[in-house]
Structures are given as C-alpha cells and as structure tokens.
C-alpha cells in the first residue's frame, strides 16, 4: 500500500507550493485547515504522515494533531510552524505527541529528510503492530484451541470470555486491547497443573475440600510463571497472576503495575460472570449475584457488566447433525461423545480445529446427535 502525507495549513499558496517542490518525492494531499483534514483523513485514509501548520483559524494545529493522536494514533504527526516560541514546541508535543517540530519557512533540505524519517517511524509502528496482531496473538491463539481440545472444561471459558473482556475494556476506554484479549485467552493455562476433578466440581458449583480449594487458588501463579519468559507479555502475565485476587486486596502492597491490575479486575468479574452463566443463570441473575458480593469486584466494572451487548436477541438455536455444524457456530450445550466424554462444553465458539475433532470423533467412536448450537440471525 502507498504510503500518503497529508500537508495542513490555512494558506493554499503554501499548500500548493509545497505540493510542487514534493511531489515527484511522496504522495501526498493537502488539506486547508483542520477539519478538512479530518475530513480526508476520514473519507481517504490511512495516511502514514500528517504535516500541520500551528496557526490556522478554527482548529489550530495543536488541536487537530491532539485530535489525530487519538483518532489516528499510528499516523506520525509533524508540526510546522514560523512561530517557534519554546511555550509552542512544548504544548505540542505535550498534546500532539509530535514526532518532529519544524520551524517555518522549511527548506526542502531540511523538509525532505524530515518526511522520510517520519515514513520510517510508521512503517516500525505498523510492522509492530502486525507483529502483535497477526503472529503474537494468532500464536496464543492457536495454543488456547490446543488446549481447549485437550481439556474442554478448563480451556474452553478463555474462548467463552473473551469478547467480554474486550469489550469492557473498550468501555472502560484502554489502550491496547489486545494484551486483555490474551490475557483472557490464556487465563486458564495454569489449569493445565489441576487434577480433572477438582475442575469439574468447580463448574458443576460443587465446593471443593480446603486440599482441593488450595490447588484450584495456585492456578493463576502456574499459569504466570508459565508465561513469564515470552517477550511483551509483562502486563498479561500480570493479570492473570492476579485474577482471584479480591478488589479490597489490590492494595499499595500489591506491586502489579496498573494495568496488570486493571486486567486482572476484568477477568475476576468476566470469568466469575461466565461461570454463573454456565450454571444456567441468566444475564440479570448473574449480575445481582456478583454485586451482592461486597469488596470482591470492582464495582466501576460491575457497572459496565450491564451495558455489554448480550446476543441472544441476534441469535437463534438449532439442533443439527455433526457433519451440518460450521465454524462460527456456538455450542449451546455440552457436546458429548457416544461414550460419555466431553468434547466441547456449552459456549464454546466451534472453530476450525474444535470441528475437526468433533468430525473425527464421529468417524470412530460416535458424538451423540442432534446437537443444539447458536447462530446469528440473518
């Protein structure tokens, strides 16, 4: 994909000179003021570079870089100005974050290279991004549907939680949402340690012996320690080392950064919220039932619970042969084997790999049929 500049100023006569000294160089727009800018960069984008002039009448450049920061946030912004004042300079890289701060008149000299380094810095931020998006979270992704198949009552809930993670923590307006996204995914890893019995009373809402309570509470720092050499997973590692921690226990004491703490709040309500679902409560039911549990979750979090998208006014339930089911699909109960053993637990989202292994096992020891699954209306 091209990589695009966007040139702001109030000035078309600037605009257009800098267009023609330019051109042959970069592809690039120019935009005369502010929201003509947010404009292009709406109907147009994604932009690499965005070059403002500070003075302009309405949004001046300050403003509308602020404004890009967070609509725009991987788009690398300069500023160009003849007002060089240091009080300038400083307000815009306070508000701006601004890469580079260019004294007006520029010379192509110095402009040139400016711009280049600039296109530079997007393509390390993309490559960045890509690199958490596409490898990071699809290797994590691929580890959490492993162990899904290897223990569905255990593994399963990380892919149950998961869209209720993330959107709370888009509701509580975070920043990079894709550590709570693995965090979720990857909450339950320590589980891998726990006999499959003490697993299956915790589900069924049974209560565990003190030995067996002790074991299940151990889960969150075995699956920490588990995760702690891989690269850029710091605050993931630490939400889930602190995922049963109660709200009135995060004290000073505590040394999780806040972001750890913040996850680590998220999967309590989230994870606990899944469970009560599991056991067959419903949305408002399992809300009240958290919420009377005073100092245990954050109540700012318990709040938002109430605002998230329930889906089942866009779904519907069918019951189907294996072989009808398709990726996408949601279990709406215990898929269970002829034999009695658990292939995939209720909510659990069918995917590529959850699907082959249900096919096979209809090859060889059977899967009782029909089997009841959730699908979004058309």
């Not at 979270?137 to 549907?145: D, F, H, M």
């Not at 002790?214 to 710091?234: C, F, N, T, W």
């Not at 002829?338 to 249900?358: A, D, F, H, R, S």
Request: aromatic residues 6%.
């Amino acid at each position: 994909m091209t990589e695009k500049i966007l040139f702001v100023d109030d000035e078309i006569n600037v605009l257009e000179s800098i267009a023609r000294q330019l051109r042959k160089r970069f592809t690039l727009q120019i935009a005369n003021g502010g929201q003509e800018a947010l404009q292009i960069l709406k109907d147009e984008g994604p932009f690499s570079v965005i070059v403002s002039d500070m003075r302009m009448p309405g949004m001046d450049g300050v403003q509308l870089l602020s404004t890009v920061k967070d609509l725009y946030p991987d788009t690398v912004r300069l500023m160009l100005t003849g007002n060089a004042d240091q009080g300038t300079a400083i307000e815009a890289v306070n508000k701006g974050q601004i890469f580079k701060f260019l004294n007006k008149p520029c010379s192509t000299a110095v402009l040139v290279p400016s711009l280049a380094l600039a296109q530079r810095q997007y393509r390390l931020v993309t490559a960045e991004k890509e690199l958490l998006d596409k490898t990071l979270k699809g290797s994590v992704k691929v580890l959490s549907e492993l162990l899904s198949l290897s223990n569905p009552t255990a593994f399963s809930c990380g892919y149950r939680i998961k869209n209720l993670v993330v959107e709370l923590a888009q509701l509580l307006k975070l920043s990079q949402i894709w550590k709570y996204e693995v965090a979720s995914l990857m909450s339950q890893i320590g589980c891998i340690t726990l006999p499959t019995d003490i697993l299956n009373k915790k589900h069924a809402n049974i209560e565990l012996t003190p030995e067996e309570k002790e074991m299940y509470q151990s889960h969150p720092k075995v699956g920490a320690s588990l995760l702690a050499d891989i690269p850029r997973l710091e605050s993931v590692v630490g939400m889930i080392s602190e995922q049963l921690r109660r709200y009135d226990e995060f004290t000073e004491e505590v040394s999780t950064d806040e972001e750890s703490v913040t996850g680590a709040q998220i999967l309590r309500v989230a994870l606990d919220y899944d469970l009560l679902l599991f056991q067959g409560k419903k949305h408002k039911e399992a809300v009240s039932a958290l919420s009377a549990e005073k100092g245990v979750y954050n109540p700012d979090i318990l709040k938002l619970l109430n605002n998230v998208k329930l889906e089942d006014e866009h779904v519907r339930i069918v019951s189907l042969k294996v072989h009808d089911i398709s990726i996408g699909m949601i279990a709406e109960e215990d898929i269970l084997a002829k034999n009695g053993i658990l292939l995939t637990p209720k909510g659990q989202e069918i995917t590529w790999p959850v699907l082959q292994g249900l096919l096979n096992f209809s090859k060889q020891v059977g899967v009782r049929e029909p089997i009841r699954v959730r699908l979004e209306q058309t």
